[in-house]
């Protein structure tokens, strides 16, 4: 059974950090590309960050340059969000997923974690 398991969400005041896990388990995770996505109420779903099968190559939406790092263990099929310098408008549900190089949309989502960014 597969399964994708967001854990370190949570509240936030605005500057603050967050470390984001996501446990993979019944695929083969060091084949698959792992993103992080979020979706802040009332807007449409939205890229954060991607990372390579091997964890070598990175990317990150423009909003997240330089305030989030996304990294992976594959030793312990974990993927990892760092986020910085959080802002109101980075309040959200960010969700880990992943991805077969042949396919054209994630195959497996998690559950979500939310991310609240308040004073």
């Known amino acids: 059974q597969v399964q994708l398991v967001e854990s370190g969400g949570g509240l936030v005041q605005p500057g603050g950090s967050l470390s984001l896990s996501c446990a993979a388990s019944?695929?083969?995770?060091?084949?698959?590309?792992m993103r992080w996505y979020r979706q802040a109420p009332g807007k449409e779903r939205e890229l954060v960050a991607g990372?390579?099968?091997?964890?070598?190559?990175?990317n990150y939406a423009d909003s997240m340059k330089g305030r989030a790092t996304i990294s992976r263990d594959n030793t312990k099929n974990t993927v990892f969000l760092q986020l910085n310098s959080l802002n109101f408008e980075d309040t959200a549900v960010y969700y880990c997923?992943?991805?077969?190089?042949?396919?054209?949309?994630?195959?497996?989502w998690g559950q979500g974690t939310q991310v609240t960014v308040s004073s």
């Open positions: 997923t992943a991805q077969r190089p042949s396919s054209v949309r994630p195959d497996y």
């Open positions: 990372i390579s099968q091997s964890g070598t190559k990175t």
């Open positions: 019944g695929f083969n995770f060091n084949t698959y590309v």
